[in-house]
């Protein structure tokens, strides 16, 4: 079996252009950052963490409006088998509903803070993992949707 080339992720703006995000989110969008690392957040859960301290290429986008509590963000990184399973397992223990068709593991939660609604989409594509934080499932699954498709489109050779 030929060993694929290696992954590709592409830019925030092309993942998910500032246009795009203006007309799904709110004309004020701003993009709040775009790196190439995911902070660690000490409430995620120790196979969050771990799967982003194993990943060797990630990118992490934030769009949001400033000065205020509006934001959405956009995590992908490679993710090996055992890391993808432990995610999985975890997030289902911990609440996520889940499908797996195809191969794709979709896996979502929305809650109620004292903001109001945040919702969490994870894709597990075979070595791919993509996670979206916003304020609706429709709204997370379709960022989720349009990053994949990004990730498609840069990863011709790759079948996810």
């Known amino acids: 079996m030929p060993t694929p080339e290696p992954l590709i992720i592409p830019g925030c703006e092309t993942l998910l252009p500032l246009t795009t995000a203006k007309s799904l989110f709110s004309p004020a969008t701003e993009v709040l950052g775009d790196t190439d690392s995911v902070p660690i957040i000490g409430d ?4 969050v ?5 194993d990943a060797s290429i990630t990118k992490n986008c934030i769009w949001g409006i400033p000065n205020s509590d509006g934001f959405f963000s956009l995590t992908i990184a490679d993710i ?22 195809g191969g794709a593991t979709a ?25 979206v934080t916003g304020t609706s499932l429709d709204f997370t699954t ?12 840069a990863n011709p050779t790759r079948s996810y």
Do not use: F
């Open 107 to 131: 896996l979502e939660l929305s809650a109620e803070n004292k903001i109001g609604t945040i919702a969490t989409t994870h894709y597990l594509v075979g070595d791919l993992w993509i996670s």
């Open 142 to 153: 379709d960022i989720a949707d349009r990053a994949l498709d990004e990730i498609r489109t």
């Open 80 to 101: 090996n088998d055992t890391d993808a399973a432990n995610l999985k397992a975890a997030l289902l223990s911990s609440g996520y509903l889940g499908a797996t068709s």
């Open 44 to 47: 995620e859960l120790s196979e």
């Open 49 to 53: 963490e771990t799967a982003i301290s």
